[in-house]
């Protein structure tokens, strides 16, 4: 098991902005890919954002359009750490937001083998 710890969700006004937290813990954090999902109520779970090593040195930041722009990931390998900068938050980015790990990059659930708890993330308008 890969241990994933969210923080930092809460509840905030639009416009405003909030950053999440994942630690990982029981594993070598830096040759894996990590995203950040989120679950609306009544609603599937959805790619938000993942960021991993794309070779030569350097790593890539993927973002789903709806966040493009206004959020931004990042790693920090030493702390084994992933966070998730959310700036400009609108009503509809309320949800529950689940950090991942997996093998590949991708945008898919099913390619995440391990999953935070999840943190609830509120935007008032």
């Known amino acids: 098991q890969v241990p994933l710890v969210e923080s930092g969700g809460g509840l905030v006004q639009a416009g405003g902005s909030l950053r999440l937290s994942c630690a990982a813990s029981g594993r070598t954090f830096s040759s894996y890919n990590m995203g950040w999902f989120r679950q609306a109520p009544g609603k599937e779970r959805e790619f938000v954002a993942a960021v991993g090593y794309s070779g030569s040195r350097t790593y890539y930041a993927d973002y789903a359009d709806s966040v493009k722009g206004r959020f931004t990931i990042s790693r920090d390998n030493a702390k084994n750490t992933v966070y998730l900068q959310m700036n400009s938050l609108k009503p509809e980015d309320t949800a529950v937001y689940y950090c991942?790990?997996?093998?590949?990059?991708?945008?898919?659930?099913?390619?995440?083998?391990?999953w935070g708890q999840g943190t609830q993330v509120t935007v008032s308008s």
């Open positions: 991942a790990l997996g093998p590949v990059r991708s945008w898919s659930v099913h390619d995440y083998d391990y």
